[in-house]
């Protein structure tokens, strides 16, 4: 199939996900620069591989977690807010960031490297490393919900509080899902995902710019691009994320794992923020709702559809300024 075919039809892809959506937007907040600046890493080992972090201020932790196929570098304006409130700590997942990356080992599935459980693995040691043992706030968005209600779930009496926004919090299912994303999750699951994430870097080049309403900045675009510069294995972490998405109860080990968190989520009393973004993509009608069930829960509404913290930081960090004193 020619090259330009399929370029098209990736561009009307991406561009029929940000047009679904559209809605009536919630109004904006005072306007206040987004800054494109990095916060400062550090590096630390983590098993058998360097894993970066941000680490600012003193206190109880607050951790601040990623997804697909962001970094850190999403907290970047969040961050600041919560400083005054304990330790806030922002990793770069493995493959990510300035994290490592997993060798690959001849003969081993190369989705293996980056799946759910070893994300977890990694990241559960590098918290321990840390030192993050008790009094945890967790701010967490996409893969990264997964991660830190996981961990909340496995360290429930270690768990402080937990803020939120577009994550995962109940198994899918195709059925549900319009026909944009429905066709980008098949593509990404068949070997056309291998094109259009190794070697045409979608996931950093079409929807990241996609799932923002506002247009981000060249410093912005190559902070994102720059962990996945080199097409190939470099860019895996973000083709084995959207695999790990369970849809209809495949695979079978992320649908067990969303399972037990949706059935913790709606049954556990943490106190909880929940950040509910207009017009939203992951968290939207009846996933909102069920949502919404969850006790101990407080919530705002903010611009964004799916990279909130793009469009919206100040409205998050001020909540975040507001709700944190509360568990001081």
Request: net charge negative.
């Amino acid at each position: 199939m020619p090259l330009d075919f399929e370029l098209t039809r990736r561009g009307a892809l991406t561009a029929g996900f940000a047009a679904s959506a559209a809605s009536t937007l919630p109004a904006r907040a005072e306007e206040k620069a987004i800054s494109p600046t990095p916060l400062p890493t550090k590096r630390t080992q983590v098993l058998d591989l360097a894993m970066a972090y941000v680490e600012i201020g003193e206190g109880d932790p607050i951790v601040f977690l990623h997804g697909n196929p962001t970094s850190s570098y999403l907290w970047r304006n969040i961050v600041p807010y919560a400083v005054p409130f304990g330790r806030c700590i922002a990793p770069d997942l493995v493959g990510m960031g300035a994290s490592d990356k997993r060798p690959l080992v001849e003969g081993e599935d190369p989705d293996a490297r980056y799946g759910f459980f070893e994300q977890q693995r990694y990241l559960d040691a590098l918290l321990e490393n840390l030192g993050v043992t008790e009094n945890v706030t967790l701010v967490i968005h996409d893969w990264g919900s997964a991660l830190g209600f996981d961990w909340a779930r496995r360290n429930e009496d270690k768990v402080k509080a937990i803020c939120f926004m577009e994550g995962f919090t109940r198994p899918l299912s195709y059925s549900e899902m319009d026909w944009v994303p429905w066709a980008m999750f098949k593509s990404f699951k068949s070997g056309l995902g291998d094109w259009l994430v190794l070697d045409q870097n979608m996931f950093v080049e079409q929807i990241v710019p996609a799932s923002v309403l506002r247009k981000l900045t060249q410093e912005e675009m190559d902070n994102y691009r720059a962990p996945y510069l080199t097409a190939g294995e470099d860019r895996r972490p973000t083709l084995t994320w959207p695999r790990e998405v369970p849809f209809d109860g495949e695979p079978a080990d992320t649908h067990e794992m969303v399972t037990r968190l949706s059935e913790w989520l709606a049954s556990n009393t943490i106190p909880k923020l929940f950040i509910n973004a207009e017009p939203g993509a992951l968290i939207q009608g009846e996933i909102r709702e069920f949502v919404r069930t969850w006790h101990n829960q407080e919530e705002i509404t903010v611009r964004g559809t799916h990279f909130i913290q793009e469009d919206s930081p100040h409205e998050i960090g001020t909540a975040l300024e507001n709700w944190l004193p509360k568990f001081s």
